[in-house]
């Protein structure tokens, strides 16, 4: 009798919170989607910043970067070099120039980015089996210009090198097996596991897509947040009057409709755009659905709990945008994590975007297994669960706030 | 009548001297911003260039030959041997993990292929998902090996009876000298902080000036500051934003000494001009603040434009990517962007050192931004006075 008793209370008790959860669930809908600052950062952010990036990022690699040659040799060999170095996907001759002087002057008109300089003395050097030098200047201004025009050249000139290398083995007397020994006596092959093109945007966009959803789901939520403390009578999160649950149902009916939101958003950011742009998606679909779960909600969960402080709509833009450029270094992409001190690894640590950009960028381009990214996965839940504490912490905090501002009043 | 002006400018500087007390937004979102700025980035990237990133060693062959490489692959100045791995899978998932950047792959009996004129391989796998850990520990692998076969050659070489004079021009006949040009180091930092600082410092000046102009319109206080500024949208905006031109210019040169006299990053130019460009960007930046505002009188609008307008200079100025080298109708957009301009004047002045002359027309270019708020003058004011856009 008592049992029975007991199990339809439990029932009724189940019955309520879920319709708590569906009440709140309901006004937090029509609040958001009323609101047109929020529709912009739920849904326009997220469905036009992607396409966005991916199209300024759309030239992964640099082609046909204008150099200049000084050609003081003015040799058959020189042309060669120069020729070879035109033919290259990277570089192009943009002009000769007669001298050093001329050819900056280009430089400095940002005519030409780097400069090709062979001495007079090449071909007597060549001739008597001397090493000869060849000097590179290039323009530092971009790490991408560095990094095009010392690659290009260096491989355009050693492979001329080796060519005239077996010519004087060969006039020395040594042929054959042996001189192909002396030539390469140990064949080095550099093979790039991922992202082997060495493209900026394979390697930038992941971190910053991830970043996207981060960031959009932070400013929508504490403008929600700031939206509903200047609208209430004692600047105060909740009202007894609108939320008559309790705090779970409150936290719990907002949490789902954002958590809903970006699950679809999800799909299209990770999923759709790198499909549609051509960045690495090697990963397993289930795996990265499964990181992103914990790093949902720990997303959700952060904002909200940060969304307590937030005395107005606009203050969060304000004062959280710059750290969308900041983030992005904590995650450990654009400089290594392995590199990253001490301490601001730990503050890396609190946001949910670094892990998630980190565990992303590992299943997706580098086709890891969820095991191999249990750091990341493991500390998304735990931030997922202290940062739902917190949150309802503040929200009964806040809850108690307003009782009491009521009860005075 | 310009008395007049001078008065309305006094008593708007005065309120908003008030207004910027009251509410702990306006000097958190510029000193606190730019403060946690600086001592961000410049304690984040004190090392310059990423040093001693792990890698690991898959040495199957382990002999005396290969262990010198390894201890000579060891004292390069990116790599450092955390992990010696005795298989290709184990290897690969440290790199999954995120352990480790590159490992070096020594096949069996390496030595004894080499001794015996077999011609032994050297392979080593790099994460270029991690694209300058990737490129940096890749660039001093392959010179170790590069020059681990350079002492093999020398010694076949000698043993052959190659006199040694003749030597150098065998295994190297053609030695690539490279320069650097402004940057000899390549300082990783030099590439990042003296745009992404003034990025900081511009996105700020941004976001505060839509702000405070913005939030007036908000709270219905718009009409009573125009009148307190005797009508006049001129001296209204003057006063209102002089404090902040005045805070950001000192925050911005204060960015610039860190820049270029604690950090000593090349400056091969008066550091005036680098002062009298960081000046041009604040009142550009907060021209186009006034210009934002001006087009969409909503506080929200407004805010939102100049983030995503402060957020995308990064990309505009083209240290990220060459803007040569972007698509094209992108290419002519980022000369609307004041950083595009200031990166160009950074780039003559402090990195390359060029004459003065080469930089005019940017220095004129961002002066010109400060034409905009002409565009949006009488918008702004008819929605000051009136007060009839929605609040949020």
Same mark, same amino acid.
């Given at each position: 009798?008592?049992?029975?008793?007991?199990?339809?209370?439990?029932?009724?008790?189940?019955?309520?919170?879920?319709?708590?959860?569906?009440?709140?669930?309901?006004?937090?809908?029509?609040?958001?989607?009323?609101?047109?600052?929020?529709?912009?950062?739920?849904?326009?952010?997220?469905?036009?910043?992607?396409?966005?990036?991916?199209?300024?990022?759309?030239?992964?690699?640099?082609?046909?970067?204008?150099?200049?040659?000084?050609?003081?040799?003015?040799?058959?060999?020189?042309?060669?070099?120069?020729?070879?170095?035109?033919?290259?996907?990277?570089?192009?001759?943009?002009?000769?120039?007669?001298?050093?002087?001329?050819?900056?002057?280009?430089?400095?008109?940002?005519?030409?980015?780097?400069?090709?300089?062979?001495?007079?003395?090449?071909?007597?050097?060549?001739?008597?089996?001397?090493?000869?030098?060849?000097?590179?200047?290039?323009?530092?201004?971009?790490?991408?210009?560095?990094?095009?025009?010392?690659?290009?050249?260096?491989?355009?000139?050693?492979?001329?090198?080796?060519?005239?290398? !077996?010519?004087? %083995?060969?006039?020395?007397?040594?042929? @054959?097996? #042996?001189?192909?020994? +002396?030539?390469?006596?140990? &064949?080095?092959?550099?093979?790039?596991?991922?992202?082997?093109?060495?493209?900026?945007?394979?390697?930038?966009?992941?971190?910053?897509?991830?970043?996207?959803?981060?960031?959009?789901?932070?400013?929508?939520?504490?403008?929600?947040?700031g939206?509903?403390?200047e609208?209430?009578?004692?600047?105060?999160?909740?009202?007894?009057?609108?939320?008559?649950?309790?705090?779970?149902?409150?936290?719990?009916?907002?949490?789902?409709?954002?958590?809903?939101?970006?699950?679809?958003?999800?799909?299209?950011?990770?999923?759709? !755009?790198?499909? %549609?742009?051509?960045?690495?998606?090697? @990963?397993? #679909?289930?795996?990265? +659905?499964?990181?992103?779960? &914990?790093?949902?909600?720990?997303?959700?969960?952060?904002?909200?709990?940060?969304?307590?402080?937030?005395p107005n709509r606009e203050t969060s833009m304000v004062l959280?945008m710059f750290?969308?450029?900041?983030?992005?270094?904590?995650?450990?992409?654009?400089?290594?994590?392995?590199?990253?001190?001490?301490?601001?690894?730990?503050?890396?640590?609190?946001?949910?975007?670094?892990?998630?950009?980190?565990?992303?960028?590992?299943?997706?381009?580098?086709?890891?297994?969820?095991?191999?990214?249990?750091?990341?996965?493991?500390?998304?839940?735990?931030?997922?669960?202290?940062?739902?504490?917190?949150? #309802?912490?503040?929200?009964?905090?806040?809850?108690?706030?307003?009782?009491?501002?009521?009860?005075?009043? | 009548m310009s008395n007049n002006i001078f008065f309305a400018i006094q008593r708007t500087l005065k309120r908003e001297l008030k207004r910027m007390v009251s509410r702990p937004i306006y000097l958190l979102g510029s000193v606190g911003v730019m403060a946690?700025?600086?001592?961000?980035?410049?304690?984040?990237?004190?090392?310059?260039?990423?040093?001693?990133?792990?890698?690991?060693?898959?040495?199957?062959?382990?002999?005396?030959?290969?262990?010198?490489?390894?201890?000579?692959?060891?004292?390069?100045?990116?790599?450092?041997?955390?992990?010696?791995?005795?298989?290709?899978?184990?290897?690969?998932?440290?790199?999954?993990?995120?352990?480790?950047?590159?490992?070096?792959?020594?096949?069996?009996?390496?030595?004894?292929?080499?001794?015996?004129?077999?011609?032994?391989?050297?392979?080593?796998?790099?994460?270029?998902?991690?694209?300058?850990?990737?490129?940096?520990?890749?660039?001093?692998?392959?010179?170790?090996?590069?020059?681990?076969?350079?002492?093999?050659?020398?010694?076949?070489?000698?043993?052959?009876?190659?006199?040694?004079?003749?030597?150098?021009?065998?295994?190297?006949?053609?030695?690539?000298?490279?320069?650097?040009?402004?940057?000899?180091?390549?300082?990783?930092?030099?590439?990042?902080?003296?745009?992404?600082?003034p990025t900081m410092l511009h996105l700020m000046t941004l976001m505060l000036t839509a702000f405070c102009i913005g939030v007036e319109l908000k709270e219905r206080t718009s009409k009573e500051w125009l009148e307190n500024a005797d009508n006049s949208m001129f001296a209204g905006l003057v006063g209102k934003l002089l404090p902040y031109t005045f805070i950001f210019i000192i925050l911005g040169i204060i960015g610039n000494?860190?820049?270029?006299?604690?950090?000593?990053?090349?400056?091969?130019?008066?550091?005036?001009?680098?002062f009298l460009a960081t000046c041009l960007l604040v009142l550009s930046g907060q021209a186009l603040g006034i210009f934002f505002i001006g087009l969409l009188p909503v506080l929200r609008d407004g805010i939102t434009v100049a983030g995503?307008f402060g957020?995308?200079s990064?990309?505009?100025?083209?240290?990220?990517?060459?803007?040569?080298?972007?698509?094209?109708?992108?290419?002519?957009?980022?000369?609307?962007f004041p950083m595009?301009h200031y990166?160009?004047?950074?780039?003559?002045?402090?990195?390359?050192?060029?004459?003065?002359?080469?930089?005019?027309?940017?220095f004129i270019i961002l002066l010109s931004f400060n034409l905009l708020p002409l565009f949006v003058y009488r918008r702004l004011k008819s929605a000051a006075i009136n007060m009839n856009y929605p609040t949020k």
């Amino acid at each position: 009798m008592n049992d029975k008793k007991n199990k339809s209370s439990l029932l009724v008790n189940f019955k309520a919170i879920v319709k708590g959860i569906w009440q709140n669930f309901i006004h937090e809908l029509k609040t958001t989607f009323h609101d047109r600052g929020v529709v912009i950062m739920f849904i326009i952010g997220p469905l036009i910043y992607p396409l966005l990036y991916s199209t300024l990022y759309l030239n992964e690699t640099l082609v046909d970067v204008p150099i200049g040659v000084v050609d003081n040799s003015h040799s058959s060999f020189s042309r060669q070099i120069a020729r070879n170095i035109d033919a290259t996907e990277n570089l192009k001759i943009y002009s000769n120039y007669s001298s050093l002087a001329e050819a900056q002057k280009a430089f400095e008109n940002s005519d030409i980015h780097g400069i090709i300089y062979i001495p007079k003395n090449i071909n007597y050097k060549l001739s008597n089996n001397e090493q000869a030098t060849v000097s590179v200047y290039c323009d530092v201004s971009s790490f991408m210009y560095y990094r095009t025009i010392f690659q290009s050249c260096s491989y355009c000139i050693l492979n001329m090198s080796k060519k005239i290398q !077996i010519q004087r %083995l060969s006039a020395a007397g040594i042929t @054959g097996a #042996s001189a192909a020994m +002396i030539a390469d006596p140990m &064949p080095y092959q550099n093979i790039s596991l991922y992202n082997a093109g060495g493209g900026l945007a394979s390697f930038l966009l992941p971190g910053i897509l991830v970043l996207i959803l981060f960031q959009t789901l932070f400013f929508g939520i504490t403008m929600l947040a700031g939206t509903s403390r200047e609208e209430n009578r004692f600047h105060l999160l909740v009202s007894g009057n609108a939320h008559r649950g309790r705090i779970f149902r409150v936290i719990s009916g907002k949490a789902i409709l954002y958590f809903l939101i970006y699950s679809v958003w999800i799909f299209y950011v990770l999923g759709i !755009i790198p499909q %549609l742009f051509n960045l690495p998606h090697i @990963g397993n #679909s289930v795996d990265i +659905i499964n990181l992103m779960i &914990p790093f949902l909600l720990a997303s959700i969960f952060f904002s909200m709990t940060v969304s307590v402080f937030i005395p107005n709509r606009e203050t969060s833009m304000v004062l959280f945008m710059f750290m969308s450029i900041i983030l992005l270094f904590l995650s450990g992409i654009t400089w290594p994590q392995s590199n990253i001190n001490g301490f601001w690894r730990t503050f890396a640590w609190i946001f949910p975007a670094s892990h998630g950009i980190q565990g992303y960028i590992k299943i997706n381009t580098m086709s890891a297994d969820l095991q191999h990214v249990s750091f990341e996965y493991i500390s998304l839940w735990i931030q997922a669960a202290v940062y739902m504490f917190t949150t #309802s912490w503040a929200y009964h905090w806040q809850l108690k706030k307003a009782t009491k501002e009521k009860d005075n009043a | 009548m310009s008395n007049n002006i001078f008065f309305a400018i006094q008593r708007t500087l005065k309120r908003e001297l008030k207004r910027m007390v009251s509410r702990p937004i306006y000097l958190l979102g510029s000193v606190g911003v730019m403060a946690f700025c600086y001592i961000f980035f410049l304690s984040f990237m004190n090392e310059g260039q990423p040093q001693k990133m792990p890698i690991a060693v898959v040495d199957l062959d382990n002999s005396s030959f290969s262990r010198q490489f390894v201890r000579n692959l060891q004292t390069t100045q990116h790599v450092n041997i955390v992990e010696h791995i005795f298989t290709f899978k184990e290897a690969r998932e440290q790199m999954q993990r995120g352990e480790i950047y590159a490992f070096v792959f020594i096949e069996h009996d390496f030595y004894k292929k080499l001794a015996t004129n077999r011609r032994p391989n050297m392979t080593f796998y790099v994460n270029n998902a991690f694209l300058v850990a990737g490129s940096l520990s890749a660039k001093d692998i392959s010179y170790m090996c590069l020059i681990t076969a350079g002492g093999i050659q020398r010694q076949v070489l000698r043993a052959k009876g190659v006199a040694d004079s003749q030597i150098v021009g065998i295994v190297q006949p053609i030695a690539v000298d490279m320069h650097s040009i402004g940057n000899p180091w390549i300082n990783y930092g030099t590439y990042l902080l003296n745009v992404l600082l003034p990025t900081m410092l511009h996105l700020m000046t941004l976001m505060l000036t839509a702000f405070c102009i913005g939030v007036e319109l908000k709270e219905r206080t718009s009409k009573e500051w125009l009148e307190n500024a005797d009508n006049s949208m001129f001296a209204g905006l003057v006063g209102k934003l002089l404090p902040y031109t005045f805070i950001f210019i000192i925050l911005g040169i204060i960015g610039n000494l860190l820049l270029y006299k604690f950090m000593h990053f090349p400056l091969n130019s008066s550091i005036g001009w680098m002062f009298l460009a960081t000046c041009l960007l604040v009142l550009s930046g907060q021209a186009l603040g006034i210009f934002f505002i001006g087009l969409l009188p909503v506080l929200r609008d407004g805010i939102t434009v100049a983030g995503i307008f402060g957020t995308l200079s990064v990309t505009a100025a083209g240290a990220t990517f060459p803007v040569e080298q972007l698509p094209y109708f992108i290419r002519e957009l980022t000369l609307a962007f004041p950083m595009r301009h200031y990166f160009l004047i950074y780039v003559n002045q402090a990195l390359n050192g060029v004459d003065v002359s080469h930089s005019l027309t940017k220095f004129i270019i961002l002066l010109s931004f400060n034409l905009l708020p002409l565009f949006v003058y009488r918008r702004l004011k008819s929605a000051a006075i009136n007060m009839n856009y929605p609040t949020k």
